[in-house]
C-alpha cells in the first residue's frame, strides 16, 4: 500500500517564526516530491519541487529530502499571516509514473 | 507559471442529471490530464488519468461509466458525471502536465447535487 503521510495539525506558528511540515511516504521507489498549498476553498497551488536528497530552496521556503529516511519537509522562514493554509504533500513513484499520491495535509496556522 | 482553467466554477444540479466540467490549459499543451475529487476536509482523491486521443485510465472503484472523460485536444478534457446524486456533490479539480514537467491545476469546480 503506498501511503504519504502528514500531520493534519492544527500547526500554529508566531508570525515571523520558521513553520516547519513534515512528511514521510512508504514507497522506497518514489523518485519525485512535492509540496502544495492550498487556501480554504481553492484548488492546489505548487509551491515547490524536489528530486534529491538534500535542501533546496526558494525564496522563504526550503524543502529538504532524505529518501533513507522516506522523509521529506518544507521549511517557511518568517511565516507571514498570507501563508496561512493547507500544506499537501505529494509524491509519484517515478518518472514514467505521472500519477501523484497526496498526503492528508497540514493546516497551518499564522499567528499575528 | 502554467495556467489552467475550469468551467463551470459552481454548478448545482437535480439528483439524475448529468454535469459535464471542462478542463483547458491555456498557455500549453497538456500531454496528461487528471481528474481529482475532494470531499471536505480530505485529500485530494485521484479519479482517473486521461491522455489526449486515448481512452482514460480510471483508478479502482471509480465507474467510468458514471463518470465520462474526453480528451479532444491536448488544450482540452472534459469530465461528465452521470445521472449525478448527492453524494457526488464534492470539489472536482483538474490538472494539466507539461511534459515531464509537475502537475499544474485548475481552480476547481464545486458540485452540489441536490
Known amino acids: 500500500q503506498k501511503e504519504v503521510e502528514q500531520n493534519s495539525g492544527p500547526l500554529s506558528v508566531p508570525e515571523g517564526a520558521i513553520a516547519s511540515l513534515n512528511c514521510t511516504y512508504s514507497?522506497?521507489?518514489?523518485?519525485?516530491f512535492f509540496w502544495y498549498r492550498q487556501y480554504s476553498g481553492k484548488s492546489p497551488e505548487l509551491i515547490m519541487s524536489?528530486?534529491?536528497?538534500g535542501d533546496k530552496e526558494d525564496g522563504r521556503f526550503t524543502a529538504q529530502l532524505n529518501k533513507a529516511s522516506q522523509y521529506v519537509s518544507l521549511l517557511i522562514r518568517d511565516s507571514q499571516p498570507s501563508d496561512s493554509a493547507t500544506y499537501l504533500c505529494?509524491?509519484?513513484?517515478?518518472?514514467?509514473?505521472?500519477?501523484?499520491?497526496f498526503g492528508t495535509g497540514t493546516r497551518l496556522t499564522i499567528i499575528p | 507559471g502554467a495556467v489552467v482553467s475550469q468551467h463551470p466554477s459552481r454548478v448545482i444540479c437535480k439528483s439524475g442529471t448529468s454535469v459535464k466540467i471542462e478542463c483547458r490549459s491555456l498557455?500549453?499543451?497538456?500531454?496528461?490530464m487528471f481528474w481529482y475529487r475532494q470531499f471536505p476536509k480530505q485529500s485530494l482523491m485521484l479519479m482517473a488519468t486521461s491522455n489526449e486521443g486515448s481512452k482514460a485510465t480510471y483508478e479502482q472503484g471509480v465507474e467510468k461509466d458514471k463518470f465520462l472523460i474526453n480528451h479532444a485536444s491536448l488544450t482540452l478534457s472534459t469530465l461528465t458525471v452521470t445521472s449525478a446524486h448527492p453524494e457526488d456533490s464534492s470539489f472536482y479539480i483538474c490538472s494539466a502536465k507539461r511534459g515531464a514537467e509537475t502537475q499544474y491545476f485548475g481552480p476547481g469546480t464545486r458540485l452540489l447535487v441536490l
Open positions: 498557455d500549453f499543451q497538456a500531454t496528461t
Open positions: 505529494a509524491v509519484n513513484l517515478d518518472f514514467g509514473n505521472e500519477k501523484l499520491t
Open positions: 524536489i528530486y534529491s536528497n
Open positions: 514507497d522506497r521507489g518514489s523518485q519525485s
